[in-house]
């Protein structure tokens, strides 16, 4: 998310200075910019934005023409345009324009002008992280990250929250208020953050954990949405009190980006979005008369009953036993006085999508899998500061626009028309567990120019659960690198495993097999191919030879591996397979 800071956040870091007044040379030797020729040029930096080519090698790519429209269109014009018709009250319109306006005042503090020089230092860097600091609430577990040290945790961050906002948290989460506030003073650093060991609603004591992270990110996006929309709101009350001012040279009214949307929600399955909304909903301080049910009405009634006697492990029904469909794609408004689903993209503050339903919206594909005849539609990514979860649509985000949507040029922060947008976005990354390609996106694309800010935790492996002992034989392979492994992967089990397969005189390895209720009966020699990216299906796996003699577990992996092994083997025990001469090790 791009920033303002809540109030009783800790000081902006040293180094971080008021934002000065932007000049530009005039054509015409140094010194400032004449206004007419400012105004000009952010006329034309805001409209002819399609025109303008990106700088060579940037990552914005290519410009793709667009067309307004949304899924789901529910809002009037006279709903749309609410907040700039409400005329404030004597009081709050002295408040808002005699004040000092705290709200930009902490926004100027953090939010600083990066350089050029800046922006190719944050591309061309490798990711160090200086420092660490314990997770309190984590078990075993630290966050390292880049940039100025976070000294501890953050002390009362919710005394920044304003207002109806603050009120409603302590009234609704009560006692489980505190529980929320590390993660939430986290998320409120406007830090990149990766954390991987989240434990899932679907696994035996994680609904408590999960719905605590759920509780912190929510309102982390509720806090900065509401901030945001406070700031454009005085700033429209200042120009309502006195409409030839011009702002050309005042900063405090660029406070806007080029489109409203400014949170991103990436989300697999429907049913998991339901429960996200419906919480964002219950933490929200506006009317909630009926609409949860309205919600439900237009997005599906949940059906999360789990199947009284279902032959699956417990976690795949909690997990499945909802609406598993992977595509959707919706905004929520918020005014004043209401919060709004399925709103108008280009009105929304918030979008809620799949990966799926966002790529067939960004490559222009409609419900039927073609390629319509109308233009390509997402501009409205362009002033994301937020998403949680994947890579699909990374790229697209914070893009050049390709036209105006209603936007006041006038107002555009300065990050926007100076292409480093991606450079103030804050992406959160939550999953159970991590896994390379999720380091690939951490290090390579997530460049906030605040600093990032990662989990590491100490494993301690699932062996102890395997019911009996069994040899397990881990036969390292040589890859040299992620796009190839997994073709050495192959060639070292059709070279060197298959051949003792036919060999053997072993007429049960593992591919003669008797399959009831997700067991396998009558193998007594298990060939793990790839281990699996949850530790909690090793055990299930090996524990299915149980019934069978001679018993002997196989496992292939490679230095590449270090991930899955740390899960299942321990963190220690899993350096020591990465990094010794040796290339079979036996556990029992």
Same mark, same amino acid.
């Given at each position: 998310?791009?920033?303002?800071?809540?109030?009783?956040?800790?000081?902006?870091?040293?180094?971080?200075?008021?934002?000065?007044?932007?000049?530009?040379?005039?054509?015409?030797?140094?010194?400032?910019?004449?206004?007419?020729?400012?105004?000009?040029? @952010?006329?034309?930096?805001?409209?002819?934005?399609?025109?303008?080519?990106?700088?060579?090698?940037?990552?914005?790519?290519?410009?793709?023409?667009?067309?307004?429209?949304?899924?789901?269109?529910?809002?009037?014009?006279? *709903?749309?345009?609410e907040d700039e018709h409400t005329v404030p009250g004597d009081d709050e319109t002295n408040d808002m324009i005699n004040n000092?306006?705290?709200?930009?005042?902490?926004?100027?503090?953090?939010?600083?002008?990066?350089?050029?020089?800046?922006?190719?230092?944050?591309?061309?860097?490798?990711?160090?992280?200086?420092?660490?600091?314990?997770?309190?609430?984590?078990?075993?577990?630290?966050?390292?990250?880049?940039?100025?040290?976070?000294?501890?945790?953050?002390?009362?961050?919710?005394?920044?929250?304003?207002?109806?906002?603050?009120?409603?948290?302590?009234?609704?989460?009560?006692?489980?208020?505190?529980?929320?506030?590390?993660?939430?003073?986290?998320?409120?650093?406007?830090?990149?953050?990766?954390?991987?060991?989240?434990?899932?609603?679907?696994?035996?004591?994680?609904?408590?954990?999960?719905?605590?992270?759920?509780?912190?990110?929510?309102?982390?996006?509720?806090?900065?949405?509401?901030?945001?929309?406070?700031?454009?709101?005085?700033?429209?009350?200042?120009?309502?009190?006195?409409?030839?001012?011009?702002?050309?040279?005042?900063?405090?009214?660029?406070?806007?980006?080029?489109?409203?949307?400014?949170?991103?929600?990436?989300?697999?399955?429907?049913?998991?979005?339901? @429960?996200?909304?419906?919480?964002?909903?219950?933490?929200?301080?506006?009317?909630?008369?009926?609409?949860?049910?309205?919600?439900?009405?237009?997005?599906?009634?949940? *059906?999360?009953?789990?199947?009284?006697?279902?032959?699956?492990?417990?976690?795949?029904?909690?997990?499945?036993?909802?609406?598993?469909?992977?595509?959707?794609?919706?905004?929520?408004?918020?005014?004043?006085?209401?919060?709004?689903?399925?709103?108008?993209?280009?009105?929304?503050?918030?979008?809620?999508?799949?990966?799926?339903?966002?790529?067939?919206?960004?490559?222009?594909?409609?419900?039927?899998?073609?390629?319509?005849?109308?233009?390509?539609?997402?501009?409205?990514?362009?002033?994301?500061?937020?998403?949680?979860?994947?890579?699909?649509?990374?790229?697209? %985000?914070?893009?050049?626009?390709?036209?105006?949507?209603? !936007?006041?040029?006038?107002?555009?922060?300065?990050?926007?028309?100076?292409?480093?947008?991606?450079?103030?976005?804050?992406?959160?990354?939550?999953?159970?567990?991590?896994?390379?390609?999720?380091?690939?996106?951490?290090?390579?694309?997530?460049?906030?120019?605040?600093?990032?800010?990662?989990?590491?935790?100490?494993?301690?492996?699932?062996?102890?659960?395997?019911?009996?002992?069994?040899?397990?034989?881990?036969?390292?392979?040589?890859?040299?690198?992620? !796009?190839?492994?997994?073709?050495?992967?192959?060639?070292?089990?059709?070279?060197?495993?298959?051949?003792?397969?036919?060999?053997?005189?072993?007429?049960?390895?593992?591919?003669?097999?008797? !399959?009831?209720?997700?067991?396998?009966?009558?193998?007594?020699?298990?060939?793990?191919?790839?281990?699996?990216?949850?530790?909690?299906?090793?055990?299930?796996?090996?524990?299915?030879?149980?019934?069978?003699?001679?018993?002997?577990?196989?496992?292939?992996?490679?230095?590449?591996?270090? %991930?899955?092994?740390?899960?299942?083997?321990?963190?220690?025990?899993?350096?020591?397979?990465?990094?010794?001469?040796?290339?079979?090790?036996?556990?029992?």
């Amino acid at each position: 998310m791009g920033k303002p800071k809540p109030a009783s956040a800790t000081a902006a870091p040293r180094g971080h200075k008021r934002r000065p007044k932007r000049t530009r040379p005039s054509g015409k030797g140094g010194g400032p910019e004449p206004r007419e020729e400012k105004r000009k040029r @952010r006329e034309l930096d805001g409209v002819g934005l399609a025109e303008e080519a990106p700088p060579p090698g940037s990552s914005l790519g290519k410009i793709l023409s667009t067309e307004s429209g949304a899924i789901g269109l529910e809002q009037s014009d006279e *709903d749309d345009m609410e907040d700039e018709h409400t005329v404030p009250g004597d009081d709050e319109t002295n408040d808002m324009i005699n004040n000092k306006d705290d709200a930009f005042d902490e926004m100027e503090a953090s939010c600083r002008i990066i350089t050029n020089e800046e922006v190719n230092a944050l591309l061309k860097q490798k990711c160090k992280f200086k420092w660490e600091v314990p997770a309190e609430d984590i078990p075993k577990s630290k966050w390292v990250g880049t940039g100025e040290k976070m000294e501890g945790a953050y002390v009362d961050l919710i005394g920044g929250v304003k207002g109806k906002l603050r009120d409603h948290w302590q009234n609704t989460l009560s006692d489980q208020l505190n529980s929320r506030l590390n993660f939430f003073s986290l998320c409120s650093s406007y830090r990149d953050i990766m954390h991987c060991n989240k434990k899932p609603f679907y696994l035996k004591g994680g609904s408590a954990v999960d719905s605590s992270t759920m509780d912190s990110y929510l309102m982390h996006a509720l806090n900065h949405i509401n901030r945001t929309r406070e700031i454009v709101v005085k700033n429209d009350a200042k120009l309502r009190s006195d409409p030839s001012k011009d702002i050309l040279d005042d900063n405090s009214f660029l406070d806007q980006g080029f489109t409203r949307p400014k949170v991103l929600f990436l989300l697999p399955l429907k049913s998991i979005a339901r @429960r996200v909304v419906k919480r964002l909903i219950q933490l929200s301080p506006l009317s909630q008369k009926d609409i949860i049910a309205k919600f439900e009405g237009k997005f599906g009634e949940s *059906d999360d009953e789990v199947e009284e006697q279902s032959n699956k492990p417990a976690d795949f029904d909690l997990l499945f036993a909802g609406d598993t469909d992977d595509e959707f794609l919706f905004g929520i408004k918020y005014t004043k006085k209401s919060m709004n689903l399925f709103s108008n993209f280009y009105s929304s503050d918030i979008i809620v999508a799949s990966p799926l339903a966002l790529i067939k919206k960004i490559n222009g594909v409609d419900d039927n899998g073609k390629e319509p005849a109308k233009e390509r539609d997402f501009d409205f990514l362009s002033s994301i500061e937020s998403w949680s979860h994947l890579y699909a649509v990374f790229e697209q %985000l914070n893009q050049l626009p390709s036209k105006e949507h209603g !936007t006041n040029v006038m107002r555009i922060r300065p990050w926007y028309l100076d292409q480093h947008a991606r450079y103030y976005r804050q992406t959160i990354l939550l999953s159970s567990y991590l896994t390379p390609e999720m380091n690939a996106l951490f290090n390579g694309l997530c460049l906030n120019y605040e600093g990032k800010v990662k989990l590491v935790t100490e494993f301690k492996g699932v062996l102890s659960k395997i019911q009996f002992e069994a040899p397990q034989v881990y036969e390292r392979f040589d890859a040299s690198s992620i !796009t190839e492994v997994d073709d050495a992967r192959f060639d070292h089990f059709c070279k060197k495993v298959y051949p003792k397969i036919q060999e053997s005189d072993e007429d049960n390895i593992a591919t003669r097999y008797i !399959t009831c209720k997700t067991l396998i009966r009558g193998a007594h020699h298990l060939i793990i191919y790839s281990l699996p990216g949850r530790k909690e299906f090793y055990p299930e796996l090996v524990n299915m030879l149980s019934e069978s003699e001679n018993r002997k577990c196989t496992v292939f992996f490679s230095r590449l591996d270090l %991930l899955k092994l740390e899960r299942i083997v321990g963190t220690f025990a899993a350096q020591r397979l990465v990094s010794s001469d040796k290339s079979i090790f036996v556990f029992r």
